[in-house]
């Protein structure tokens, strides 16, 4: 257990390299990216845009992107939230798991 | 590969979705069948492997970027219907959190990622191992192949909405780019630097996971990998 949790900080620690990869992933596009490309915003893609606000939008903290410093934290601790919100709904699915199955082998 | 909110049209993401129930349904299933409750740690640890692989985003010469998926390392270690369970879930943090890929297009992303990539990975993989050659290698080429067709099953969700959702005047409602645009682009990103990022992760970690002793949590996850599987 002991090296699986440092792989996963040392994983952690290194996410931000992530970051340096220059451009956005093909069509990820935001809508100013989308107009650049295309002239237009297509209607549909207008509409359903933000139908939701996320705490950590694109990985990183809101206006707390000024640098690659800023953005590094920011995406550091989007793994790290990402990954306790997991091991949370595991630890539900656990939870919610019956016994009696380890009684039966 | 994450198919962004307004991309495709709600009918789109109505069918995607209305796929995905059936299939999340029978992993669901599967998974308490085949595993057992000693296995949920190491579910969440792929989970978490596939959530941060994700993050790792590799530069591709046509100057945009992709990443690893680690669908069909899992779908090695904890079976194909786990590898959907653990992915789904991660997705589905992705996108409640992180904007990173939309809600409603969940079920797409699902079935790209979560499905069609560890499933094919894992046919691969399976073949491969019949014809006794060395496992790190089979999950390797299977993770490559995996994670290719789920690039192509996204580029065709995506290039089908210009050709099936237009305004009158014949402009596009959704995702503007056709099949012709988006297969290849899709594919070009995978063919080249993403799919090689997955196959050498899949492979460096099954090669590590075939040498961890019993004391280690993980050597729970390769209990297939002894050949403790079917």
């Known amino acids: 257990m002991k090296k699986s949790i440092i792989a996963f900080i040392v994983l952690v620690i290194l996410t931000?390299?992530?970051?340096?990869?220059?451009?956005?992933?093909?069509g990820e596009w935001d809508l100013s990216e989308i107009k650049e490309k295309t002239g237009f915003i297509p209607q549909g893609m207008a509409r359903f845009n933000e139908i939701i606000r996320h705490i950590l939008p694109d990985y990183g903290i809101t206006?707390?992107?000024?640098?690659?410093w800023q953005s590094a934290l920011g995406y550091i601790l989007s793994a790290i939230v990402g990954i306790a919100v997991i091991a949370l709904i595991f630890w539900l699915i656990a939870k919610l798991v019956p016994e009696k199955r380890e009684k039966v082998l | 590969m994450h198919i962004p909110e307004g991309y495709l049209s709600p009918q789109t993401c109505g069918v995607m979705g209305a796929v995905m129930l059936p299939i999340w349904a029978a992993a669901g299933k599967k998974v308490t069948k085949i595993l057992d409750k000693k296995n949920i740690p190491v579910m969440a640890m792929g989970a978490a492997f596939s959530f941060i692989i994700m993050m790792f985003n590799v530069p591709i010469p046509d100057g945009t970027t992709a990443h690893a998926i680690g669908a069909t390392l899992l779908a090695v270690t904890l079976g194909p219907w786990a590898a959907t369970v653990s992915v789904s879930i991660a997705l589905i943090i992705q996108s409640l959190l992180f904007g990173d890929g939309g809600v409603l297009?969940?079920?797409?992303?699902?079935?790209?990622?979560?499905?069609?990539?560890?499933?094919?990975?894992y046919f691969v993989y399976w073949l491969i191992v019949k014809f006794k050659a060395n496992k790190a290698i089979a999950a390797a080429i299977g993770s490559y192949i995996g994670i290719n067709c789920a690039a192509l099953a996204a580029g065709t969700e995506l290039g089908l909405q210009p050709l099936l959702f237009h305004a009158a005047n014949g402009s596009a409602l959704y995702f503007p780019y056709g099949l012709k645009l988006a297969i290849p682009a899709m594919l070009f990103a995978h063919l080249t630097i993403a799919g090689i990022a997955e196959a050498l992760v899949t492979g460096l970690v099954i090669f590590y996971l075939q040498r961890v002793g019993e004391e280690n949590i993980l050597y729970r996850a390769s209990g297939n990998l002894?050949?403790?599987?079917q």
Do not use: I, Q, T, Y
């Open chain 1, 16 to 26: 931000p390299l992530g970051l340096l990869a220059p451009g956005s992933a093909w």
């Open chain 1, 63 to 68: 206006g707390f992107d000024k640098s690659f």
């Open chain 2, 105 to 121: 297009a969940l079920g797409a992303n699902c079935f790209n990622m979560a499905f069609v990539a560890p499933f094919v990975g």
């Open chain 2, 226 to 229: 002894r050949g403790l599987e």
